[in-house]
């Protein structure tokens, strides 16, 4: 697929602010107490802790985690330099096995659904603490405080393994590692909605901790929560979203704080939009993420004339799936998946598009395993700027093998 022709097409998308979609509040089941047995009637025992999970009269706990294995080719282009110290850009080809993911988390809640919790670990390059928070929920309002991922959009608000390509992608690297939207911070946020069931009407709103830059080595960002005690360093953030039926459509705005350099911090606008759709028919369903963030940069094209404007980036993301089977948990399937995603760093610079086009197919059982295969491309155009730190030449492609369990 030629980049022009991808970039063009898909810089409307983009540029409208076709969005993602927060995920929606999680549903609060209420546990229902055992009737009274009648004189002479025996009562029953109840039914022993299901694997990981256990039911006791103060609530239900249960232990999760998964595991994700991969093994890759990649065809990319690394900079050396000759003896006269002159960099020089050549292809390399590289295999790599390894373990992107290994998690472990407990969740709990009451009895009666008012009250849950939740802490995960990723303990691939030691434990490191991913998710801890506490969430209130009556049907109508409630709020949660911890440790999650900023209910902005949709395709970062899905889990890893919900998701059928390999990994989230180069826009997410983009956006997450190097713009600083979405991802995981501290924060509290508040939500009403219509019904706890997962349709109609929601909105969330909240503040997160934002970050500060302290240092880099080479296309590493090493940054650290900030401190002080004043609103400077909280990013805001809003999220609404409508669901109907097997369709759900979001909005979301972020005022984030954004880290431009080593010890500076400042605040940049970030709005997006989005459709999901998770649907069957005659045996076979089909999964659909359209998404599209429009917001403010720092990054810039050196050669670009300086101003006191912050660069405005726009991105769209496309995913759908089809899949055969997997109609209930443990059921087996066979899901064909595409991705097509741009990125445009800066609408006042021409020729500076990146994007990444990736199919695939997962087979497995559902919502439990799947072995993938997939094969994915980069691109990026001639001005794309030096200043996001993706190398010389950031091109690449890359053909994978992933296999993935979850408990």
Same mark, same amino acid.
Request: aromatic letters at 8%; hydrophobic letters at 40%; one cysteine or more.
């Given at each position: 697929?030629?980049?022009?022709?991808?970039s063009?097409?898909?810089?409307?998308l983009?540029?409208?602010?076709?969005v993602?979609?927060?995920a929606?509040?999680?549903?609060?089941?209420r546990a229902?107490?055992?009737p009274k047995?009648?004189k002479n009637?025996?009562?029953?025992?109840?039914?022993k802790?299901?694997?990981a999970s256990?039911?006791?009269?103060?609530?239900?706990?249960e232990?999760?985690?998964?595991?994700?294995?991969?093994?890759?080719l990649?065809?990319?282009?690394?900079?050396?330099?000759d003896t006269?110290g002159?960099p020089?850009e050549?292809?390399?080809t590289s295999?790599?096995?390894?373990?992107?993911s290994?998690?472990?988390?407990?969740r709990?809640r009451?009895?009666t659904g008012?009250?849950?919790?939740e802490?995960?670990l990723?303990?691939?390059?030691?434990?490191e603490?991913?998710?801890?928070w506490? #969430? @209130?929920? $009556?049907d109508? /309002? +409630?709020g949660?405080?911890?440790q999650f991922?900023?209910?902005?959009? %949709? *395709?970062?608000m899905?889990?890893?393994?919900?998701?059928p390509?390999?990994?989230?992608?180069?826009?997410h690297?983009?956006l997450?590692?190097r713009?600083e939207?979405?991802?995981?911070?501290?924060g509290?946020?508040v939500?009403a909605?219509?019904?706890?069931?997962k349709r109609?009407?929601?909105?969330?709103a909240?503040?997160?901790?934002g970050?500060v830059?302290?240092?880099?080595?080479?296309?590493?960002?090493d940054?650290e929560l900030?401190?002080e005690e004043?609103?400077?360093?909280q990013?805001?953030?809003?999220?609404?979203e409508y669901?109907f039926?097997?369709?759900?459509?979001?909005?979301g705005?972020e005022? #984030? @704080?954004? $880290?431009?350099? /080593? +010890?500076?911090?400042?605040?940049y606008?970030?709005?997006?939009?989005? %459709? *999901?759709?998770d649907?069957s028919f005659?045996?076979?369903?089909?999964?659909?993420w359209v998404e599209?963030?429009l917001?403010?940069?720092?990054?810039e094209?050196?050669r670009?004339p300086?101003d006191?404007?912050?660069?405005?980036f726009?991105?769209?993301?496309?995913?759908?799936?089809v899949?055969?089977?997997?109609?209930?948990?443990?059921?087996?399937y066979?899901?064909?998946?595409g991705?097509?995603s741009?990125?445009e760093?800066?609408?006042a610079?021409?020729?500076?598009f990146?994007?990444?086009?990736?199919?695939?197919v997962n087979?497995?059982?559902?919502?439990v395993?799947?072995v993938?295969?997939e094969?994915?491309f980069?691109?990026?155009?001639?001005?794309f700027?030096r200043a996001?730190?993706?190398?010389?030449?950031?091109?690449?492609?890359n053909?994978l093998?992933?296999?993935a369990?979850?408990f």
């Amino acid at each position: 697929m030629h980049l022009g022709a991808v970039s063009r097409t898909l810089k409307c998308l983009a540029l409208a602010g076709i969005v993602g979609g927060l995920a929606a509040v999680p549903r609060a089941a209420r546990a229902e107490p055992d009737p009274k047995p009648k004189k002479n009637e025996k009562s029953k025992k109840k039914p022993k802790a299901d694997g990981a999970s256990l039911s006791t009269k103060f609530g239900d706990a249960e232990v999760s985690g998964r595991v994700i294995a991969r093994a890759e080719l990649m065809r990319h282009y690394e900079t050396e330099f000759d003896t006269a110290g002159v960099p020089r850009e050549h292809e390399v080809t590289s295999f790599d096995v390894s373990v992107p993911s290994a998690r472990l988390g407990a969740r709990y809640r009451s009895p009666t659904g008012l009250v849950s919790a939740e802490v995960d670990l990723e303990l691939t390059d030691g434990p490191e603490l991913r998710d801890a928070w506490i #969430r @209130v929920m $009556t049907d109508h /309002v +409630g709020g949660r405080a911890g440790q999650f991922k900023v209910p902005f959009s %949709a *395709v970062e608000m899905e889990s890893r393994l919900t998701l059928p390509m390999a990994s989230r992608g180069l826009v997410h690297d983009i956006l997450v590692d190097r713009l600083e939207v979405a991802g995981r911070r501290p924060g509290l946020t508040v939500t009403a909605r219509q019904s706890k069931k997962k349709r109609g009407w929601s909105v969330t709103a909240g503040s997160f901790q934002g970050s500060v830059l302290v240092g880099q080595d080479g296309t590493d960002r090493d940054t650290e929560l900030l401190s002080e005690e004043s609103l400077g360093t909280q990013s805001f953030v809003a999220r609404a979203e409508y669901a109907f039926r097997a369709l759900t459509l979001g909005a979301g705005w972020e005022q #984030r @704080v954004g $880290t431009p350099a /080593v +010890g500076e911090s400042e605040r940049y606008f970030t709005a997006g939009v989005d %459709a *999901v759709l998770d649907t069957s028919f005659r045996g076979r369903g089909l999964r659909l993420w359209v998404e599209g963030i429009l917001g403010d940069s720092w990054l810039e094209h050196t050669r670009k004339p300086t101003d006191d404007e912050n660069a405005v980036f726009a991105t769209g993301r496309l995913i759908a799936a089809v899949r055969f089977g997997g109609g209930a948990k443990l059921e087996p399937y066979l899901e064909p998946y595409g991705a097509v995603s741009v990125f445009e760093p800066d609408t006042a610079v021409a020729y500076d598009f990146a994007a990444e086009e990736a199919i695939g197919v997962n087979v497995g059982l559902w919502k439990v395993g799947r072995v993938g295969l997939e094969g994915a491309f980069q691109q990026f155009e001639r001005n794309f700027p030096r200043a996001y730190d993706l190398g010389a030449n950031p091109d690449r492609w890359n053909l994978l093998v992933q296999a993935a369990a979850e408990f």
